[in-house]
């Protein structure tokens, strides 16, 4: 009997991770119907991380009624994973671009709900935290999120208040000591595949800003808002990580999770990886199957298919990449694991035609490696 | 060490089978400087045919003077291998459309000095004539040839004369008995990878006319000039051989084959791997490499890679196909023996701009395959 783990990342715009996972297992079973098939659908941290995580663990999904981007009662969920003890929260779930379409304004709207979600897994028992960071509406540092879960964020005048992007510049003290309370013990790693800093050029303001509805004017102003908190938290919690990567993730997001929650930002195979146990799940296995649109090293960092390589290189397990293109320059890909690159493109037409075949180019694609692999090992 | 066999056939259009052959050798190389690679472009029956004959096996490389389409003197050549006892001919030689470029005239072509090349070979000692149909500017069926080899035709009147598309419907009366003491031991092959018969819509002159210059009035000349030889043939010669597949070959020489020389007519890739003694070369084989521009089950007559797959699979070698484009409805290649497709599209991109980057495309494809071979066999 042979061993296949699949842990594909989504084809972006075509396919989800899952509905590749379901493609590659139905072509594997094919030839090999007594196969052990262990399928991973893997969260990138967006909307659709929780499913993934349940998908590919089992677990509890909840839902409660938090606040919602305009602060207004929403229900919104997230999931238990691991016996309990793992609480898998996407931002997006309560602070998403989708939830604010047609209104959308990143100088008011709040990550508020997602400290509720936080905090009720905490209250149930939840001893770590993953909160996926992408697809965010909002563009206040966490401070939301912050307030929901104890933070005190105070103005000039000494009144407490909620600071969402557009009102970061009036904070004038932040008492984080009800925060602090409630995480104790508890471990919090945040999904983030990017590395923006918190402000400037390449910040969350001017990178992510305009597609959240932010005007020029309103970009230089949320990037000064991001400043100010900066320089804020630098002087009351002596922190200097505006510049860390990924703090310009989801709104400064990234930067709200180092800074009010101690939280690791991590990439998203990386977590989803840990999460799963994947070391363990190697074990045994004959092959594993992954996958991305497009492979490339141009970008390695929070690309699925060689966050897997360092694993199944490590296990001597080959691992064989399905993707839609095949960049230049990918030498680099064999170098760190991958055991094999296979394209889905079987005839030469162009990407808006080439997705319209590619659940069925993407199933006789691994057909054909299957075949292969039997010609091989015979 | 590894032993491997490489016979792809033309990506037509855009690289030739000895092309291929040496970008797929350097891929191998790459991966296994130590393999033993036997290279072996396919002759396809037309323009190079003899070139890859004389690459594949050795042998000698014969130039005469002979009549050219227009019964002028000129140079042409032809191959002999096999320690001097098979001759190959490839009609283009001295019957090629790119010989009348400009001045095409189905009418008045002639295919003489093929049989010149034929008659000089038999001379020199060959015992096996390989004679490659394809690329042809002629519509005589072959009667030039024969002509050239001591047939005798003669008219109404009782006149002999050499016919040309536009009077074979003069033919009255044959008279082949020169032509059969020439051929006496002479085995003939006719290398001919299509099915049509001589005449009607199907026929040479209505199917292959207009591109050899023909106008609709002219293919309706020549078409019914084949079927008055027909009936002559059918008369004088006892045969019925118009509707034989591949008889309209060529501007009806593969009529003239079967007819005037008693020639096989056999599909090219069973001629090449027949002629380089195939089935001895695949023992101790690991693989085989073949491909084509597109590999589909349509028209399995005259695919290259079907053709040696029926051999591969005999012999348990796995057989890997490369090619450009993988059609619909493959799994009868699976099914004949191939182990393996895998086509060069690394990115989503139409052919025009895919066919500029095959080389690239077909090494890194070769490639990755050395690469995932390792990593399987490990």
Not at 344 to 357: H, L, P, S, T
Request: glycine share 12%; charged share 25%; aromatic share 6%.
């Amino acid at each position: 009997m042979s061993k296949f783990l699949l842990i594909p990342d989504s084809f972006k715009g075509t396919m989800s991770s899952e509905e590749i996972c379901s493609i590659m297992e139905k072509a594997i079973r094919k030839n090999r119907p007594e196969a052990e098939i262990i399928s991973i659908p893997v969260a990138d941290g967006g909307e659709g991380s929780v499913d993934a995580f349940l998908k590919a663990m089992g677990g509890e999904k909840v839902t409660i009624r938090v606040k919602g981007p305009y602060f207004e009662d929403m229900e919104a969920f997230y999931g238990i994973i691991g016996a309990g003890r793992v609480g898998v929260i996407e931002m997006s779930a309560c602070a998403g671009l989708p939830l604010v379409e047609g209104k959308a304004d990143p100088r008011k709207t709040t990550t508020y709900g997602v400290g509720q979600l936080m905090e009720d897994a905490i209250r149930r028992g939840c001893r770590k935290l993953i909160i996926g960071l992408g697809g965010s509406c909002t563009n206040d540092a966490g401070a939301g999120a912050a307030a929901a879960m104890g933070a005190v964020f105070c103005d000039k005048a000494g009144n407490s208040f909620i600071p969402t992007g557009g009102t970061l510049k009036n904070i004038e003290h932040v008492d984080t000591s009800g925060l602090l309370s409630q995480l104790k013990g508890v471990e919090l790693v945040a999904m983030c595949d990017i590395d923006n800093p918190l402000y400037g050029e390449k910040g969350a303001a001017h990178v992510f800003g305009p597609q959240k509805g932010a005007t020029p004017e309103i970009v230089e102003e949320l990037d000064s808002g991001l400043q100010h908190l900066d320089q804020v938290l630098q002087k009351e919690l002596k922190l200097s990580i505006a510049e860390a990567k990924g703090a310009g993730s989801a709104g400064g997001m990234g930067y709200g999770m180092l800074a009010f929650f101690g939280a690791a930002l991590q990439m998203g195979i990386d977590t989803v990886l840990d999460t799963v146990k994947f070391d363990e799940l190697l074990v045994g296995a004959d092959y594993v199957l992954s996958g991305e649109g497009k492979i490339d090293t141009q970008s390695i960092r929070g690309k699925v298919v060689i966050g897997i390589a360092k694993r199944t290189k490590k296990a001597k397990v080959p691992l064989i990449a399905i993707v839609g293109d095949i960049g230049d320059d990918i030498e680099e890909a064999y170098e760190k694991g991958v055991s094999g690159i296979f394209s889905i493109n079987r005839v030469a037409v162009e990407y808006k035609d080439a997705r319209k075949r590619a659940r069925e180019d993407l199933y006789l694609t691994v057909d054909n490696i299957m075949r292969y692999m039997q010609a091989i090992e015979k």
